[in-house]
């Protein structure tokens, strides 16, 4: 699904895809912007980030560019 979110930058609400990280392997990226959630607390990846779930299972954003 998606999720409304206000982009500071625009002014204006955006749609952003969600992601289920119970779904994630390691080595699965995730482009941006995107929502990561699970239990207990989401995960708001910018449109300056990409994510990655490492070998430990640890999630991991990294800067573009």
Do not use: H, K
Not at 15 to 43: H, M, N
Not at 46 to 51: I, L, M, T
């Amino acid at each position: 699904g998606t999720r409304a979110v206000f982009d500071g930058r625009s002014g204006r609400r955006t749609e952003v895809p969600l992601y289920a990280r119970a779904d994630f392997t390691p080595g699965a990226t995730v482009a941006s912007p995107a929502i990561i959630v699970e239990e207990g607390t989401s995960t708001f990846v910018s449109q300056a980030f990409e994510a990655m779930l490492d070998g430990g299972g640890a999630l991991v954003l990294e800067r573009r560019g």
